[in-house]
């Protein structure tokens, strides 16, 4: 039986939560600094938003991803000790 391989490495979770929390606190710079806006203001604070919205679903899906590959590896590690138990008796 072939082990699973898990799907994100850490650098691709280090850098999905690096991107949300990198999102925030950029928009919370922004709304500290937002007395009046000007036109080219306004660009930048849409494209942290989109940021933000990115680094959001893209922590979730690799939180999830994880959750799933710890379930499966645990699962076959599991088997793989029932077939060692039933192999020694």
Request: charged letters at 20%.
């Amino acid at each position: 039986m072939q082990k699973y391989r898990r799907r994100n490495t850490q650098a691709f979770t280090f850098l999905a939560y690096f991107t949300f929390f990198a999102g925030v606190a950029l928009f919370c710079i922004g709304l500290y600094n937002a007395d009046s806006l000007q036109l080219n203001e306004k660009g930048y604070y849409i494209a942290v938003m989109i940021l933000v919205a990115v680094g959001a679903i893209l922590t979730q899906k690799v939180t999830r991803d994880n959750a799933e590959d710890d379930e499966i590896i645990a699962e076959q590690e599991r088997n793989s000790n029932r077939g060692n138990i039933s192999k020694a008796e």
